[in-house]
């Protein structure tokens, strides 16, 4: 890999993604609408064009070429017909941000719990559909009618000091000036990947051979009810979890257990971290 094409390189862990190729060397393309920044100065090109609109897309594009792209930006079919069309005969390999949401819930999920490949496909907007589907109907997009390998990483929730959905930082805000915090299923666990393994395990993926989805989480998970306790040792004030009133935000407010196997992923040779090793001072960073 040498060059790379990025949709969704200037925040959180495509940022991430980002440096990890830069430190490769590989020559890295950020497509942008240019309304936000990024850190990254002088050592990458970028392409302005609207992601979602594909003559956006094949105008800036034209007579380009590159080894892979990486797509953080695809939540529905239409958003994959978009990039196939587009990039059909200039790109080597494509690597799509998928996500524990094409499961329901249970524990550890295998990825052959979802099938991309023999989904019904229909061609919808991601505002047509439910989060979930959308991202299934992309994965079955691609594995159903690109013309280039695809890889299609599913990840849990990310986590990391640049998260702007802040939903983690929710919580830590909710015990810290005690405020009750609400789970249907206290029990329920949880995995995550932290923001800068996300990025490393893309641009990891996009060297192997590998073509199909792969599941990429931290070893390990964590209760709903451990993960407020932790939360209470570290902000120093004793979290109030209540089952009942279900009228407070909740983002982690899960029915059951919902995690994924990453059997998959390492058997081709990631490592991925454990938990332990980075939610407690990330917790604390954030109190």
């Given at each position: 890999m040498k060059t790379a094409l990025v949709f969704g390189g200037t925040r959180f862990f495509g940022v991430n993604l980002v440096q990890s190729l830069l430190d490769k060397g590989v020559q890295v393309t950020i497509a942008t609408r240019q309304n936000s920044t990024d850190p990254f100065e002088d050592t990458v090109e970028r392409l302005k064009l609207d992601r979602f609109d594909e003559a956006s897309v094949k105008n800036a594009v034209e007579g380009r070429e590159w080894d892979v792209v990486f797509d953080q930006l695809c939540f529905s079919s239409k958003d994959a017909k978009v990039a196939t069309d587009a990039l059909e005969g200039k790109i080597k390999r494509y690597i799509f941000t998928s996500t524990l949401s094409v499961y329901d819930q249970g524990q550890e999920m295998?990825?052959?719990l979802f099938d991309p490949f023999t989904y019904n496909l229909k061609m919808v907007t991601k505002e047509e559909v439910t989060y979930q589907e959308g991202k299934r109907q992309a994965e079955a997009?691609?594995?159903?009618?690109?013309?280039?390998?695809?890889?299609?990483?599913?990840?849990p929730i990310v986590l990391g000091e640049e998260d702007y959905t802040e939903r983690l930082l929710h919580y830590v805000t909710s015990?810290?000036?005690?405020?009750a915090v609400y789970f249907p299923n206290p029990n329920a666990e949880m995995g995550f990947i932290y923001q800068?393994?996300?990025?490393?395990f893309l641009s990891w993926i996009a060297e192997t051979d590998f073509t199909g989805p792969v599941n990429a989480c931290a070893d390990g998970s964590i209760s709903m009810r451990d993960l407020m306790n932790l939360i209470s040792e570290k902000v120093g004030n004793e979290a109030t979890i209540t089952t009942e009133n279900n009228e407070l935000l909740s983002p982690y407010g899960i029915e059951e257990t919902w995690t994924m196997s990453n059997d998959k992923a390492t058997k081709i040779g990631y490592s991925f971290s454990h938990l332990n090793e980075w939610l407690p001072g990330l917790v604390a960073k954030l109190g």
């Open positions: 295998p990825e052959e997009y691609f594995f159903q009618h690109a013309s280039f390998p695809v890889v299609a990483m599913r990840i015990v810290k000036e005690g405020k800068s393994e996300a990025g490393d």
